[in-house]
């Protein structure tokens, strides 16, 4: 069985399937083993300096790529942070931030990128404490259950977008513009929109702490996204308020974005940071003197000129 003739119905079988206590399901040991043969092995022959015992970083200090697949890459990025880019569909990233007590994880890509992420944690040799997720979308807290099981850490997330974590209700009834609902409604039906439910999330709101980084809520792409701002490191985790490709910073289509003025207000807030790094949810770290000054400058630019329409009341 290959990946491509499973119908979407199995794999929203095999990704519900994951987030119960235990990977019980045969679909999804199938789906995971037809992935594995047709990826892993040519992968495992392109591992560029994966050892264990890899140094952190460059000899400045600078981006080294520690571990690349097919699958995925890790980078580090600089001291005490790295990149996980899980390559397929979207470039998709999870970033491990380090603290005294051990890690924190932004973002946690797909329920079936646990694993990978967990290799990382386990290649770094440094425990996971934090789980931080800068929006409920099933690219970004996919993972969240099932490494806050197999590691004890604890899930941080915007009060907004908890109950989207919990199971409580689905990401398909957010309000946003008439785009954004239509493509919920489709995504609705294959089953593959609401991340696997987690345990408990511990709500947190703007000015909060999550280890040293300070949360900034930044609504727009949903309700409850949040930024978390690094002062000694001037470096931000934006989610998906916009994103990265070649080295220059894109704006994600309006039809993913719940609310481009609430997104534009966001833009405005981060001038109260001085980020000269942006770290997104999809695309390589974008560094720059006044990167806030580039998104700003791209959100006038872009939103400005999109049609407003008015988003459905929550
Ligand atoms: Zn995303
Ligand atoms: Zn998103």
């Not at 399937?17 to 995971?32: F, H």
């Not at 345990?199 to 999550?210: E, H, I, K, N, T």
Request: glycine share 8%.
């Amino acid at each position: 069985m290959f990946p491509w003739r499973v119908r979407p119905s199995t794999v929203a079988k095999a990704y519900h399937a994951n987030a119960g206590p235990a990977l019980t399901s045969d679909v999804l040991k199938q789906l995971i083993n037809c992935v594995k043969n047709r990826l892993a092995k040519p992968a495992s022959a392109m591992l560029v300096g994966a050892r264990l015992d890899a140094p952190a970083h460059g000899e400045n200090g600078s981006m080294k790529v520690m571990k690349r697949t097919i699958g995925h890459s890790v980078q580090s990025i600089s001291p005490g942070l790295w990149r996980v880019c899980i390559n397929f569909p979207a470039s998709t990233n999870c970033w491990l931030w380090q603290e005294p007590d051990g890690l924190t994880l932004i973002d946690a890509a797909h329920s079936w990128d646990a694993g990978t992420i967990l290799d990382t944690i386990n290649m770094i040799d440094l425990p996971l404490k934090r789980i931080a997720i800068t929006h409920a979308h099933p690219d970004h807290a996919g993972g969240a259950a099932e490494l806050a099981r197999r590691t004890g850490a604890t899930v941080y997330a915007h009060q907004c977008e908890t109950r989207f974590l919990t199971g409580d209700a689905s990401i398909a009834d957010m309000p946003g513009s008439r785009e954004s609902r239509y493509l919920h409604r489709i995504a609705r039906k294959t089953g593959l929109l609401d991340p696997p439910q987690i345990a408990d999330v511990q709500s947190v709101s703007d000015g909060d702490l999550v280890g040293s980084l300070k949360v900034l809520h930044t609504p727009g792409h949903t309700p409850g996204s949040i930024s978390l701002w690094s002062e000694s490191d001037q470096s931000m985790f934006i989610g998906d308020n916009a994103s990265t490709r070649f080295g220059i910073l894109l704006l994600n289509f309006s039809w993913f974005t719940l609310d481009s003025e609430r997104l534009e207000a966001s833009l405005d807030r981060y001038s109260e940071v001085k980020a000269r790094t942006l770290l997104a949810g999809h695309g390589p770290a974008y560094h720059s003197r006044d990167a806030v000054a580039d998104l700003q400058s791209l959100g006038i630019r872009v939103l400005s000129r999109l049609p407003r329409i008015q988003p459905r009341p929550q």
